[in-house]
T-cell receptor
Framework: DAGVIQSPRHEVTEMGQEVTLRCKPI?????LFWYRQTMMRGLELLIY????????DSGMPEDRFSAKMPNASFSTLKIQPSEPRDSAVYFC???????????????FGSGTQLSVL | GNSVTQMEGPVTLSEEAFLTINCTYT??????LFWYVQYPGEGLQLLLK?????DKGSNKGFEATYRKETTSFHLEKGSVQVSDSAVYFC??????????FGTGTRLLVSP
């Protein structure tokens, strides 16, 4: 299995530009999560999906952030317009609920290092 | 609310030393508890977990015991290796698949 695949690995952009981060979860997994990691705030859950449906987006910092999951094998996190304070590592993770019981094991991608200048 | 508190790092040890990384939690109900590890340039990986009081999770020589009376889940290893250098995250499951992570503790092991 290739694991969770994120792209790009690094993104450098200028303030005001649109940024799109991409994630391919592990095949067969039914949950997908977007996390943001910064030195100041640690790991923050932004949003998660179950069977492609957004379940909880209470961690999305503001309207500039949006996430979609058009199918079971692809998700995007978009920031428009981007700001310097959005600079962070963004992780995508997926997991599987099997037999009605939460697996509780998240598989993380390698992350996207975003720098907004 | 639900939260996890970890000891501040970095923790600096010599190879073969004993490791303890403290973790305490605040939660409603009876959460499952986890330790995740993040190696440089990589995403987090599950290291071990415990799902109920007095359970001991263990993996790769690491272990942690779910202590309900002290709301703790301290990570221990008897003899660390240079390859254990990483950032360690304590986490709890508040329900379904939603994990709450601590701020992470960096471990540096020197030869």
């Amino acid at each position: 299995d290739a694991g969770v695949i994120q792209s790009p690995r690094h993104e450098v952009t200028e303030m005001g530009q649109e940024v799109t981060l991409r994630c391919k979860p592990i095949s067969g997994h039914d949950y997908l999560f977007w996390y943001r990691q910064t030195m100041m705030r640690g790991l923050e859950l932004l949003i998660y999906f179950n069977n492609n449906v957004p379940i909880d987006d209470s961690g999305m910092p503001e309207d500039r952030f949006s996430a979609k999951m058009p199918n079971a094998s692809f998700s995007t996190l978009k920031i428009q317009p981007s700001e310097p304070r959005d600079s962070a590592v963004y992780f995508c993770a997926s997991s599987l609920m099997a037999g009605g019981k939460a697996n509780e094991k998240l598989f993380f991608g390698s992350g996207t290092q975003l720098s907004v200048l | 609310g639900n939260s996890v508190t970890q000891m501040e790092g970095p923790v600096t040890l010599s190879e073969e030393a004993f490791l303890t990384i403290n973790c305490t939690y605040t939660a409603t109900g009876y959460p499952s508890l986890f330790w995740y590890v993040q190696y440089p340039g990589e995403g987090l990986q599950l290291l071990l977990k415990a799902t109920k009081a007095d359970d001991k999770g263990s993996n790769k020589g690491f272990e942690a015991t779910y202590r309900k009376e002290t709301t703790s889940f301290h990570l221990e290893k008897g003899s660390v290796q240079v390859s254990d250098s990483a950032v360690y995250f304590c986490a709890l499951n508040t329900g379904f698949q939603k994990l709450v992570f601590g701020t992470g503790t960096r471990l540096l092991v020197s030869p």
